[in-house]
């Protein structure tokens, strides 16, 4: 669960709080009623106020919602506001929303039940037709080196001489990780693999490909995951690395093996991500195909199971949340 002090880290990113912003001010119109989940303090509930809003919702579980009635009223608009500290699936509302606010990502869109929670939302509390801020994300992956973080705070400590971790390694090489990639850490640019729509979304599932023919030698160590924003109204932000938006970073896929590749090489991915009960379960292939051969070999075929099966109770649990557990 976010601190305070996350929530302050994440308004820190004025490229990120600039774009909100902007779009908040150009979709909402006086008069109309906004949802905002995942509110927070409701920093964002105060700007739909200020652009017009007869009344906003602000909905988290976090108990940092709390200070969000005395942070309406410092900004003179504490009888627009009402905060709810409840999960979004059991909020009840006296009308349904004309424009709903939801930023519940983190390096990708695929937050934990993030789908299921925008599906829900937008089906019961947002009117037919109502403006989703931010309306689409567009995810892009790209080959790259291991980015210098995680070799510094993954893998020296399995390298240690005192306490042989090979179990440890084997889940935390099948585990996405949240770090700042670089650009200079890219072996190739990035391909857009799919587009998560929030109007149309059905599905707590996605999966994309992408290929490359690579223009120089070098070793790939796993893949970078980030995306583009669409907040609607013609309002865009990238996550893409070395972008000013700070708040997300980007996601580190790592291959078990670092992977050798030469110019001219053909290198394709396949990824996807599941929800699996309060979890995502990531997937993903590699192949490589030599210029000088046409024989593609698998260099890569992971998931990132273990992570959720740590204590395996809660594999149990999740598929028995899904209805089909013994």
């Given at each position: 669960m976010y601190s305070l002090t996350d929530y302050l880290w994440m308004i820190s990113d004025r490229a990120r709080v600039s774009a909100y912003a902007e779009a908040i001010a150009a979709q909402v119109r006086p008069g109309q009623r906004v949802l905002e989940v995942g509110a927070g303090f409701g920093f964002f509930s105060v700007l739909a106020a200020r652009a017009g809003a007869a009344h906003v919702d602000a909905v988290d579980t976090?108990?940092?919602?709390?200070?969000?009635?005395k942070v309406a009223a410092a900004n003179g608009c504490a009888d627009r506001i009402t905060f709810h500290h409840v999960d979004v699936r059991e909020l009840q509302l006296d009308a349904p929303a004309d424009v709903l606010i939801m930023d519940i990502r983190g390096p990708t869109p695929f937050g934990p039940r993030a789908m299921q929670i925008h599906v829900h939302t937008r089906e019961r509390l947002l009117k037919p037709g109502g403006a989703i801020i931010g309306a689409r994300d567009t995810v892009y992956v790209a080959p790259t080196r291991i980015p210098e973080i995680a070799r510094r705070e993954v893998y020296a400590p399995l390298d240690q001489p005192w306490v042989a971790l090979d179990v440890v390694e084997r889940v935390v090489l099948d585990t996405p990780m949240r770090y700042t990639v670089a650009p200079g850490d890219l072996v190739a640019d990035g391909v857009a693999c799919g587009t998560v729509d929030y109007s149309t979304v059905v599905?707590?599932?996605?999966?994309?490909?992408?290929?490359?023919?690579?223009?120089?030698?070098g070793t790939i160590g796993g893949l970078a995951v980030w995306f583009d924003a669409d907040l609607g109204g013609n309002i865009r932000f990238?996550?893409?690395?070395?972008?000013?938006?700070?708040?997300?970073?980007?996601?580190?896929?790592?291959?078990?093996?670092?992977?050798?590749?030469?110019?001219g090489d053909r290198f394709r991915v396949e990824l996807g991500v599941v929800e699996l009960g309060d979890?995502?379960?990531?997937?993903?292939?590699?192949?490589?195909?030599?210029?000088?051969?046409?024989?593609e070999r698998e260099v890569a075929n992971q998931n990132s199971v273990a992570e959720i099966v740590i204590d395996p109770a809660r594999l149990e649990a999740s598929f028995n949340s899904r209805g089909v557990g013994g």
């Open positions: 976090n108990p940092v919602i709390h200070l969000g009635p599905e707590s599932r996605f999966t994309g490909q992408a290929e490359w023919t690579l223009a120089a030698d990238s996550t893409r690395p070395g972008s000013p938006i700070t708040a997300y970073r980007q996601l580190f896929v790592p291959f078990r093996s670092p992977v050798a590749v030469r110019y979890a995502n379960v990531w997937h993903w292939r590699a192949t490589l195909t030599s210029k000088d051969s046409a024989d």
